[in-house]
């Protein structure tokens, strides 16, 4: 609580010099266009879309973002017209970082299940905005199988020789050849695929013996003869992500709106809510009017005053997209009162 207090504190300003306009020549571009370019992922409860390559308003968490991201910038009030405002790029775990850091992006924002580590966000030329969701790389086995942990336990993956299907160019790929240099003595192998979903359908075809990576991932793809261990072995803070622009606040722009989702749902705001109860705390209020948060007039640009009361008619709040996304699949996955480290 305190840490979203302390949050709530800094929205009175949303951390801006006051008066001081914000110079994007990325937002500039967006609403010259009227699309915000979005890249997702393949995994059916950050995207939810049974076709990755024709993605027609998707409602997984991070296609939900992208549509709180545009019904901010366009001042919309309902979800259909914010995810019109959307270009949904659908891009692979190997390709999007090279997509997002190039002369010419494909793509104005990344939210496509992206671990924050700090190789990435120095060296890549990317700036990660701040986790969304917490995730942890865990384990699938068949239910068949008596495996109860990757080491540790009286029936570990790690004391036996196993194939492991992994997403390549990941971190969970890097990860488990780490796991298991220091935690195992056997022969293992590791077999890499372009996608989550590749890689579980891999496992789930008895092409290798475990399937490792992120446990939405894994939950996302799991069929019903499969279980995914408690254990993990890393944590996963998954965070959209902009091309690194020294003189380019729109990665600002991006951060305050995930903010403003979680600082909704603590001032218990949404799509049917949008007046602070009184004696809520002042940032209820500020929340609803950026007047003074320096984010407007961007150079023939309009950011809306209301632009955040906007979002919460077409999106709601934080708690929202994680109960409504993917028709409530991500929700009934990934239980969020067992997330205790999603209580962002």
């Known amino acids: 609580m305190m840490k979203v207090v302390a949050l709530a504190l800094c929205m009175a300003v949303l ?30 409860l950050f995207t939810d879309s049974d076709e990755p390559q024709n993605l027609q308003n998707p409602d997984g968490f991070d296609s939900l973002f992208c549509a709180a991201l545009a019904g901010a910038i366009f001042g919309t009030e309902k979800l259909e ?26 793509y104005d924002v990344l939210t496509a299940t992206s671990t924050n580590t700090m190789e990435r966000d120095i060296y890549l030329g990317t700036t990660f905005i701040r986790p969304s ?10 239910t068949t199988d008596n495996y109860e942990c990757f080491s540790g336990c ?28 220091i935690e195992s003595t056997q022969d293992n192998t590791i077999v890499g695929y372009d996608t989550g979903a590749e890689a579980v359908d891999a496992f789930n075809r ?13 939950a996302a793809f799991a069929t019903s003869d499969a279980k995914i261990l408690s254990q993990d072995i890393s944590r996963e803070p998954l965070s959209a992500a902009v091309k690194d622009r020294p003189l380019d606040d729109f990665g600002a722009l991006v951060r305050w709106v995930r903010n403003a989702l979680i600082v909704a749902e603590m001032c218990n705001l949404d799509s049917s ?17 950026v007047t003074n948060s320096g984010l407007l ?15 919460l008619l077409a999106i709601g709040n934080y708690g929202t997209i994680y109960d409504g996304a993917a028709n409530g699949n991500f929700e009934n996955k990934l239980p969020r009162a067992e997330q205790v480290k999603n209580e962002l």
């Not at 994007?24 to 571009?29: A, D, K, Q, R």
């Not at 969701?133 to 068949?142: M, S």
């Not at 602070?276 to 929340?287: D, M, V």
């Not at 961007?298 to 906007?310: C, I, Q, R």
């Open 154 to 181: 009286q029936f570990a993956l790690a004391d036996d020789e196993l194939t492991y299907c992994v997403t390549s160019g990941t971190t969970s790929e890097v990860n488990i050849k780490a796991a298991l240099q």
């Open 133 to 142: 969701f917490y995730d942890g790389q865990g384990f699938l086995v068949k």
């Open 273 to 289: 809510n949008k007046e602070p109860n009184p004696g809520a705390f002042p940032e209820c209020f500020n929340l609803l009017d």
């Open 206 to 218: 008895g092409n290798c013996s475990v399937a490792t990576g992120d446990k939405s991932t894994l």
């Open 15 to 44: 951390c801006f010099q006051a008066g001081k306009a914000t110079q994007s020549e990325v937002l500039i571009n967006i609403i010259k266009t009227g699309k915000v370019r979005c890249a997702v992922g393949s995994s059916p």
């Open 297 to 311: 007039d961007n150079d023939g640009t309009t950011l809306k005053a209301d632009m955040f009361a906007s979002l």
């Open 81 to 106: 017209d914010a995810q019109s405002f959307v270009n949904y790029i659908s891009v692979s775990s190997s390709q999007r970082f090279d997509a997002l850091t190039a002369n010419e992006p494909l």
